[in-house]
C-alpha cells in the first residue's frame, strides 16, 4: 500500500470508471478499494457502482480489524450480483488463512500498466506490470511445457500490454489480451515467482555464533543414513542450507569414504588441484595449507570468478597434537557488521575487491595466475538477503579500486569485519577425527585450522555451487 500515491490512484480509478462497464462473467471491476476511502468524487452512480462500493466499503472495514468472516456472505453475494458470476475474493489483513482459503485481491491499474494482487503472506500487494505478466505466460505459444523452456517473444513491446479483461477466481488469474491471446496463471505461481514479490523464497537460515551453534546438536547425518536414506540426504542438505555445514560421521576412514560421502551430494568437481585430494605438510606445495601453520578463518577459491559450493574436509591421520578446525559463519559476522556499524556493512557490499592467486601446476606446465574481483558479500536482489560471501585475507590481491580518498573508509569497514570474524564468541572449534566427513558451504562459511605437530593428512574435494544448489532445491529444503 504504501508505495501507491493517492493521485496515482484517483487517476487510474478516474480512467477506469470512464470505460463502459460490462457485467460479463467473473469479471473484475477497475476499482481499487483506496479510493473508496480517499472518497473520490464518482458521479452519475449506477446501480451497480453503488453497490460495489458498498462492497468496497464492507470490505474495508474488515480490513481494520481481524474479521470474524461474518462480513463473507454479504459482501461475496453482492459482488455476485453485480460481476454476475464468481466473487472475487478479497484479502482480511492479519488473517493469512483467510487470504489462501479465498485468494487474492486483485485490482487493474492501466495508467501505470499494473496489476495489484495481494499475492504475499505478510499482507503486501505485488505490484506486477502488465509487460512481465505477459513475457511470462506459460500458454502453449509461449512456453514449451516439453522442454520447459520460453519460446522468445521479440514483439514484446511492440504490443498493447492492456489487457482486454482480466477475471479471477479464488485460484487463478485469467487475463485476455487486445491481440485476442489468453493467459492463466495461478496465484500459487505468482507467488512463488513474481520478482520482488518473492517472499515465500528467502531462505530458512539459522545464523550462528559460537554460543548458538553449542547450544544444541551439532548438524551431522551418519553414513548410512546419509548414503541410503533418501531422508538421511535431505537431512544433509538442509543442514547445509540453515548451518552452512554438516557432518557426516561414521564414515569409512578413508579417502574412498570421503569420495563415497560427497558423491552422494554431488558430482566431485575438477578444479587444478584435480578432483579428490589429500594435503599433508609433506607435500612442500607452495601453500600455507601445506605446512604446519594455522589457518586463520577463510573461504576458498576466492580468486575464481565462480568460487567451489561446498569444500569438504576428512582427517585420515594425524599422530602429533593440535590442527582442530575452525568454522565461522560469514553471514553472521557481516550481520554483526551491519548492526554495530550499517556505514561499514555498505561500503564493504559496495567496494569491489580483487583476489589473486598463482598455483603451482602440475607437470612443468607454466602456473596459474589467477585472479577475481568481488565485493566481500552480495545480497539477493529481490529479497535482500546475503547471497554470497568470499573472505580470504591471505589471497586478497592488490588493491586497486578504491579511490585514495576512500581509502580510510574501506580500510576501517574491512577491519571491522576482520576483527568480528576473529572474536572468540565468532569462531567455532572443533577436533575432526577420521571418520567423520566435514562438508562446508563454502559460499557462507569460513574455514581454518590450529597449528599442529606431527603427521597430519587431510582428503578432501570442491562441490559445484550449482550442482549441490540443483540438489537441494530438488530435496524441497531451498
Ligand atoms: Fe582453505
Redesign the pocket.
Known amino acids: 500500500m504504501k508505495s501507491i500515491n493517492i493521485s496515482t490512484i484517483s487517476r487510474s480509478v478516474h480512467v477506469l470508471l470512464a470505460q463502459p462497464a460490462k457485467a460479463a462473467p467473473h469479471q473484475i471491476k477497475l476499482i481499487h478499494h483506496l479510493a473508496a476511502q480517499q472518497q473520490a468524487p464518482i458521479h452519475h452512480q449506477s446501480q451497480q457502482q453503488q453497490q460495489q462500493q458498498q462492497y468496497r466499503q464492507k470490505r474495508l472495514a474488515c480490513n481494520t480489524a481481524l474479521c470474524s468472516g461474518k462480513c463473507k456472505k454479504s459482501a461475496r453475494r453482492q459482488l455476485e450480483a453485480v460481476s454476475g458470476g464468481s466473487p472475487v475474493s478479497h484479502k482480511h489483513t492479519g488473517n493469512v488463512a483467510h487470504a489462501v482459503e479465498h485468494g487474492p485481491e486483485v485490482s487493474r491499474h492501466d495508467l501505470d500498466q499494473i496489476l495489484e494482487v495481494s499475492i504475499s503472506p505478510d499482507g503486501q500487494l505485488a505490484r506486477i506490470p502488465y509487460m512481465w505478466l505477459r513475457d511470462h505466460c506459460r500458454s502453449k505459444r509461449c512456453f514449451n511445457h516439453n522442454t520447459q523452456q520460453k519460446i522468445p517473444d521479440l514483439q514484446l513491446l511492440e504490443r498493447d500490454l492492456t489487457p482486454q479483461s482480466v477475471l479471477a477466481d479464488d485460484k487463478n488469474l485469467s487475463i485476455k489480451w487486445r491481440d485476442g491471446h489468453e493467459t492463466q496463471y495461478s496465484f500459487d505461481w505468482l507467488a512463488e515467482h513474481f520478482y520482488p514479490g518473492q517472499f515465500s523464497k528467502r531462505t530458512k537460515r539459522a545464523m550462528w555464533d559460537k554460543k548458538k551453534i553449542n547450544s544444541g546438536p551439532l548438524p551431522a547425518v551418519p553414513f548410512e543414513y546419509h548414503m541410503n536414506s533418501e531422508e538421511g540426504l535431505r537431512q544433509s542438505l538442509q543442514n547445509l542450507v540453515k548451518y552452512g555445514f554438516t557432518m557426516v560421521t561414521e564414515a569409512p576412514p578413508t579417502a574412498e569414504g570421503t569420495r563415497q560421502a560427497s558423491e552422494r551430494v554431488s558430482p566431485i568437481q575438477e578444479s587444478m588441484y584435480g578432483g579428490l585430494w589429500t594435503v599433508s605438510p609433506a607435500m612442500g606445495n607452495n601453500d600455507t ?1 601445506y605446512t604446519h601453520e594455522g ?1 586463520g578463518a ?1 573461504t ?1 577459491n576466492t580468486y575464481l570468478s565462480s568460487p567451489a559450493g561446498i ?1 569438504v574436509f576428512h582427517l585420515l591421520e594425524h599422530d602429533g597434537t593440535g590442527g582442530e578446525s575452525l568454522l565461522v559463519d560469514g553471514f553472521n559476522a557481516v550481520d554483526t557488521v551491519r548492526q554495530e556499524d550499517p556505514e561499514a556493512y555498505q561500503t564493504l557490499r559496495d567496494t569491489l575487491i580483487p583476489f589473486e592467486y598463482m598455483a603451482t601446476a602440475a607437470d612443468g606446465k607454466p602456473p596459474y595466475l589467477l585472479k577475481a574481483y568481488s565485493p566481500i558479500f552480495t545480497e539477493h536482489p529481490g529479497t535482500g538477503e546475503l547471497l554470497t560471501f568470499r573472505f580470504n585475507a591471505y589471497d586478497r590481491g592488490t588493491l586497486d579500486t578504491v579511490e585514495p580518498s576512500q581509502l580510510p573508509k574501506f580500510y576501517k569497514a574491512y577491519q571491522h569485519l576482520s576483527q568480528v570474524i576473529s572474536r572468540p564468541e565468532s569462531e567455532f572449534w572443533y577436533k575432526l577425527s577420521p571418520g567423520t566427513v566435514l562438508l562446508v558451504d563454502n559460499w557462507r562459511v569460513m ?1 581454518g585450522r590450529g597449528a599442529f605437530t606431527g603427521f597430519r593428512l587431510l582428503s578432501g574435494c570442491y562441490l559445484s555451487r550449482d550442482e549441490w544448489v540443483s540438489e537441494a532445491r530438488r530435496a524441497g529444503v531451498l
Open positions: 595449507a589457518l577463510h576458498d569444500e574455514h
